[in-house]
């Protein structure tokens, strides 16, 4: 049967891709054949290596065409509406919706970025939280694991079992050696605490220079997968 994942974050620039990609070479690893979407992407022309469907295309090794990964995508770099009213294009839901089952009927796993975190907006009557419910598929969230992570992480728990969502981990990502913040420490314990939520790993600061090989290890190294893919099952 096929399965997914729908990775949110507590807000933009968090490290959804670079997470995304690690979590699609980490499952290959253990046998999954993996399948990425990304639904609305903005900020960059579709096959600007900058992109975020190109980043996971390079990063995750896809080989498939780009237009198999990305369904929108739009130059302006804002929230996903203001980025199509821009554009002057209307996202059909319908079309996602689609590009979901596609992915699904090739894959074993299909992992779905979304855009900036739960409360976006991509209509003026949907956000990210609401396609996420209407794919249905457990929700990841990845956050920042400094000071403040607790009540980021924690909001975006609430929010999304409040909207019908089933959040199944939170990955904390980007911890620097030269992070002193003795909240580290215990913001793991907290989350979990306050939101009932696993905290199923950090991952470290990667450097300027994030490859397939780094990520895919970080991930093993920093992440339960065990739990991770018991949740999806
Ligand atoms: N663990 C990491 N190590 C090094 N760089 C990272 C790491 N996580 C994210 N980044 C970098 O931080 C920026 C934001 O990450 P990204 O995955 O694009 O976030 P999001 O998809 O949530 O907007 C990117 O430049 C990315 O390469
Ligand atoms: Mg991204």
């Not at 054949?33 to 600007?48: E, F, M, N």
């Not at 203001?82 to 796993?109: G, N, P, S, T, Y």
């Not at 959040?167 to 420490?185: C, F, K, Q, Y």
Request: hydrophobic share 45%; net charge negative.
């Amino acid at each position: 049967m096929s399965k997914g994942i729908f990775i949110t974050a507590t807000g933009t620039g968090i490290g959804k891709t670079v997470i995304t990609a690690g979590l699609a070479l980490a499952l290959r690893d253990v046998g999954f054949d993996v399948g990425i979407l990304k639904p609305v992407q903005s900020g960059h022309a579709l096959d600007s290596p900058e992109s975020d469907g190109m980043i996971l295309k390079e990063l995750a090794q896809i080989t498939a065409p780009i237009e198999k990964i990305v369904t929108y995508s739009f130059p302006e770099p804002v929230a996903p509406q203001l980025a199509a009213e821009i554009a002057e294009v209307e996202i059909d839901r319908m079309r996602i919706l689609q590009h979901v089952e596609e992915l699904k009927a090739r894959h074993d796993v299909v992992l779905v970025e979304g855009a900036g975190g739960l409360m976006v907006p991509i209509r003026h009557d949907y956000s990210v939280a609401d396609l996420a419910k209407e794919i249905g598929w457990p929700l990841l969230i990845i956050a920042h694991p400094l000071l403040g992570t607790v009540n980021h992480t924690v909001l975006t728990t609430l929010v999304a079992r409040q909207m019908g969502l089933h959040p199944m981990g939170v990955i904390l990502n980007g911890l620097r050696e030269t992070d002193e913040d003795p909240s580290v420490a215990h913001n793991s314990r907290f989350i979990e605490q306050m939101a009932q939520i696993p905290v199923l790993g950090t991952v470290p600061w990667l450097g300027e220079d994030v490859t397939s090989q780094n990520v895919r290890q970080a991930m093993i190294q920093n992440v339960n997968m065990t739990a991770l893919i018991q949740s999806i099952n």
